[in-house]
Antibody
């Protein structure tokens, strides 16, 4: 079955760039679907960050758009998130997920999540 | 920005029916989805397209829609259903939006 696994540094310094990768197994990214990132600050709710189509088209949350870049590497069957100029408010569990697109915008397979702390 | 509104908490006794609501102006035009999240775990999709249930989700989970409100209903609540539940939809531009979450307590 489809599985997703996040990886990346657990600690990032303020003003630096957060970089995470999501490795996909059991399904080829180039076959379709959208691939997205969602985060959850400690004790708070879920926030959609953005997603990318297998062709490379990207869709970002307007509230984060100026700082977010999502890319895909079909040769490695993985996709990545970069969030620049981070602050303590970016401390969260970051999830990657498989997404359905227009008109059904939802996530049906999730990674287990990775915790990222922004601190000096 | 578009918002989805959920009650912060709902409490029910085992065997009773729990209903969790989610309100949003765009819900008559966009489907709603529901996720269950237990402590320390990733969310799990329990309802999609307002009322469809993914394979593997117990039949006691159901969804409905009426105007600007969607409802997740859990019939015959079990202790294992205690979790946070999030509704999710999208605005007219395709931006995915989550509700604030509802903590379901099984008394």
């Amino acid at each position: 079955q489809v599985q997703l696994q996040e990886s990346g540094p657990g600690l990032v310094k303020p003003s630096e760039t957060l970089s995470l990768t999501c490795a996909v197994s059991g399904y080829s990214i180039s076959s379709g679907y959208y691939w997205g990132w969602i985060r959850q600050p400690p004790g708070k709710g879920l926030e959609w960050i953005g997603s990318i189509y297998h062709s490379g088209s990207t869709y970002y949350n307007p509230s984060l758009k100026s700082r977010v870049t999502i890319s895909v590497d079909t040769s490695k069957n993985q996709f990545s998130l970069k969030l620049s100029s981070v602050t303590a408010a970016d401390t969260a569990v970051y999830y990657c997920a498989r997404e359905h697109g227009d008109p059904y915008y939802y996530m049906d397979v999730w990674g287990k999540g990775t915790t990222v702390t922004v601190s000096s | 920005s578009y918002e989805l509104t959920q009650p912060p908490s709902v409490s029910v006794s085992p065997g009773q029916t729990a209903r969790i609501t989610c309100s949003g102006d765009a819900l008559p035009k966009q489907y709603a989805y529901w996720y269950q999240q237990k402590p320390g775990q990733a969310p799990v999709l329990v309802i999609y397209k307002d009322s469809e249930r993914p394979s593997g989700i117990p039949e006691r989970f159901s969804g409905s829609s009426s105007g600007t409100t969607v409802t997740l209903t859990i019939s015959g609540v079990q202790a294992e259903d205690e979790a946070d539940y999030y509704c999710q939809s999208a605005d007219s531009s395709g931006t995915r939006v989550f509700g604030g979450g509802t903590k379901l307590t099984v008394l």
